[in-house]
């Protein structure tokens, strides 16, 4: 199939300041507070290239540079069943994950499929091998695409992380493994991976900050938005990170640009599973800074939420054209559901809709149900949930599963620069 790389530059959201040869560049170097770099591109109307591999097909919208297989990409639809449950006349579902029956084919399962291969595309050529540190989804994502791509990778991921990453095919031993013990969480394994990647010869992946992740993700929005034929009214997503919500938003304003789908009114409506709610709680106090919470409490609180990759405790929420920005421009609301809201959303749609859903997306549809009932939405508003993970249980059906084995551990207490010279020496 053939591949086209793309041209634009990189400009940051702070100084203005554009940089026109990046190579994984992931912050402006001029002296302000933390801002994220947005990419422009040199289109600004989107072609979809049918033959085009997978997501690549939304190409002229993402920083890529060097050829790489890539997988699937969401579909959208109109939904009929939980549009007429919910008293809603234009419900447009955008879902990542396996679903023959709509040829939905994201053999992750989760839209984390959509950053990985803009990530490796962009990448340049060199002797580094990219660190990763996951809550589970992102791990599995990128140890498929880099097994795919013979692309050299490590990965950082909380024990409990460990049953997520599995895949249909056997991994390649490009593909490392660390994993952190002793009742780590998502943040612990951020740490960690922070100091590997600081060493000469790694390279961090760079989460948020990552322009090829955010527009990887955005690739949700313009999926829909090109089934559609506009720019929805509400835009609705469970969030840990917020990283996909400020990727909504950043798609929206392109697809303004771009002229052919209407001006954009698109509002966020990102949705935490409560008791992990730190940005929902910010939010609420229209506040820029997350408020500071004792560890203990922050750990208690992860460990009781359904949705583990929800769990993100230092959120891109405060820098310029993050979550705080994202919601301010486009007068989002924050939602917290709880695991029962979730549970019993989530019944709702495989009942109606008619397939699984990761426990993340059961906590993006009972935010969806809380604002039908506060009436913050009107009946032919145009919707758009964002189901960022689906079809697992059936994909586990139908086809034998692999899953990759840790080559190190190491436990929680243990994270600090002197374990990291050892096992690196
Ligand atoms: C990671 C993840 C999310 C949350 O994404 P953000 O980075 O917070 O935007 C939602 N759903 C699924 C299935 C995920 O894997």
New binding site residues.
């Given amino acids: 199939m053939p591949f086209y790389s793309t041209n634009y530059s990189l400009k940051c959201l702070a100084c203005g300041k554009e940089y026109q040869e990046d190579r994984h560049l992931l912050t402006c170097n001029q002296p302000h507070g933390p801002a994220f770099l947005r990419t422009v591109y040199e289109k600004k109307q989107l072609t979809i290239r049918k033959d085009a591999q997978g997501m690549f097909r939304f190409g002229d919208w993402l920083p890529l540079r060097k050829p790489v297989k890539n997988i699937g990409y969401p579909i959208a639809y109109k939904s009929e069943a939980l549009a007429k449950h919910l008293g809603l006349e234009n419900l447009w579902i955008s879902f ?1 994950g396996y679903w023959p029956e709509r040829q939905a084919n994201m053999l992750i399962c ?3 499929e959509l950053e990985a291969p803009p990530v490796l595309s962009r990448l340049a050529n060199d002797e580094r091998t990219l660190v990763v540190a996951s ?1 589970g ?2 791990a599995r994502a990128f140890a498929e695409l880099c097994s795919a791509n013979n692309i050299p990778l490590l990965l950082v991921v909380p024990e409990k992380g460990l049953k997520s990453l599995w895949s249909t095919k056997p991994f390649s031993n490009l593909v490392r493994l660390i994993t952190v013990t002793g009742d780590a969480d998502y943040s612990d394994a951020i740490k960690l991976a922070g100091l590997i990647a600081a060493l000469p010869l790694y390279l961090p992946e760079g989460g ?1 900050k990552n322009v090829a992740r955010r527009d990887g ?1 955005g690739v949700s929005v313009l999926a829909a938005v090109t089934e559609i034929g506009r720019i929805p009214d509400h835009y609705f ?11 909504a938003w950043e798609a929206a304003q392109r697809l303004e640009t771009d002229g052919r789908f209407g001006e954009n009114h698109m509002k966020l409506h990102l949705v935490q599973n409560h008791p992990f709610a730190p940005m929902t709680e910010a939010w609420e106090q229209k506040s820029r800074t997350i408020p500071e919470i004792a560890e203990d409490e922050a750990r208690k609180r992860t460990a009781e939420i359904n ?1 583990h ?2 769990s ?1 405790r230092r ?1 891109p929420y405060s820098p310029t054209g993050g979550v705080f920005d994202a919601l301010q421009h486009t007068h989002g609301l924050m939602y917290a559901v709880t695991n029962e809201d979730a549970e019993r959303a989530g019944k709702i749609f495989e009942t109606l809709e008619g397939i699984d859903l ?1 426990p ?2 059961k906590v ?1 549809v009972a935010g969806l149900v809380s604002a039908c009932s506060k009436a913050a939405l009107r009946a032919d508003d145009v919707l758009l949930l964002n189901v ?2 689906g079809g697992q249980r059936r994909l586990f059906a139908e086809h034998d599963i692999y899953y990759l084995q840790p080559q190190i551990e190491v436990r929680r207490e243990d994270i600090c620069e002197n374990t990291v010279d050892e096992l690196f020496a």
Avoid: D
């Fill in positions: 990542c989760t839209f984390k809550a989804n992102t948020a993700m997503q469970a969030v840990g990170s917020g990283t996909g919500g400020i990727a949705a990759v929800l993100n959120p990761s993340a997306a993006a960022t993970g």
